[in-house]
């Protein structure tokens, strides 16, 4: 099957999203704000990465979403890991 250029598009920016989400698990945070920074649609990005995170949540338990989204509401922010340090984990 032959995709458009529309298409291919979407592949392309689906897998910047997944790379997102990857970074984020992995707690690269500078690498995921320098990949959505260098995406010629981080809004797309954004919303994609956004589903992929719905999609997982569905798959988890949800007392323990609602106790995480508690714990991280009353926490607020984690501090910023330098990326020296997370190039080292």
Not at 12 to 25: D, N, P
Not at 32 to 45: E, H, I, N, R, W
Not at 77 to 87: A, C, F, Q, R, V
Request: hydrophobic share 35%.
């Amino acid at each position: 099957m032959q995709h458009n250029a529309s298409q291919r598009t979407n592949d392309g920016l689906w897998i910047e999203a997944v790379a997102l989400f990857r970074a984020a698990q992995e707690s690269k945070h500078h690498e995921a704000q320098s990949l959505l920074g260098s995406s010629t649609d981080p809004a797309t990005v954004v919303r994609y990465f956004l589903r992929l995170v719905g999609i997982y949540c569905r798959g988890e338990n949800p007392t323990k979403l609602e106790r995480f989204a508690s714990a991280a509401h009353r926490a607020g922010p984690p501090p910023e890991t330098p990326p020296s340090l997370m190039s080292s984990l």
